[in-house]
T-cell receptor, first 114, second 111 residues
């Protein structure tokens, strides 16, 4: 999907274990985002990054942390997974600048916490 | 797990009909709006966008209309095809480098 890759695509993990999801881009875009998608809630922003080591919280950030040590990688970590974090996670990227605010999304990671 | 399509409003049309999908947005200060299409098992894909200084924008078989007075956005798809079956989301940029998404509408196209 236009130079954005998420891994893994599927994961099943146990409650209380740490989990890290990876988003990798080859577009050299400044902005990167993590969303979760749940039935009845649509896409909700977890965290986003506006540059290397520059991150900020979204509306559903509790229980999640992120890191961006390189332009191309944005990691989402669930420190201690809970069943409420079972969801589909999408990473998105966008160019900086004023003309086009549209995102390009990855294919998603389906996470199940049992 | 559950499909993202559950709990969504659904629009069912016949192939060849025109489809209109509506969206109410929340922030009167939003200056940019986008429609996305999401097929089952895939990430959302950009369809068309519009800035707040416009009322209408056309693409290939799609038109977006913006009514700022009532904070309403619509997506019109002409000559709807089975391949148009998907969930459609509107999104608004409220000026903080992030987009806020609507909950989506499922479009079902029958042959």
């Amino acid at each position: 999907d236009a130079g954005i890759t998420q891994s893994p695509r599927h994961k099943v993990t146990e409650t209380g274990t740490p989990v890290t999801l990876r988003c990798h881009q080859t577009e050299n875009h400044r902005y990167m985002y993590w969303y979760r998608q749940d039935p009845g809630h649509g896409l909700r922003l977890i965290h986003y990054s506006y540059g290397v080591k520059d991150t900020d919280k979204g509306e559903v950030s509790d229980g999640y942390s992120v890191s961006r040590s390189k332009t191309e990688d944005f990691l989402l970590t669930l420190e201690s997974a809970t069943s409420s974090q079972t969801s589909v996670y999408f990473c998105a990227i966008r160019e900086s600048g004023q003309i086009n605010y549209g995102y390009t999304f990855g294919s998603g990671t389906r996470l199940t916490v049992v | 797990g559950e499909s993202v399509g559950l709990h969504l409003p659904t629009l069912s049309v016949q192939e060849g009909d025109n489809s209109i999908i509506n969206c109410a947005y929340s922030n009167s200060a939003s200056d940019y709006f986008i429609w996305y299409k999401q097929e089952s098992g895939k990430g959302p894909q950009f369809i068309i966008d519009i800035r707040s200084n416009m009322d209408k924008r056309q693409g290939q078989r799609v038109t977006v209309l913006l009514n700022k007075t009532v904070k309403h956005l619509s997506l019109q798809i002409a000559a709807t095809q089975p391949g148009d079956s998907a969930v459609y989301f509107c999104a608004e940029n409220s000026g903080y480098s992030t987009l806020t998404f609507g909950k989506g509408t499922m479009l079902l196209v029958s042959p």
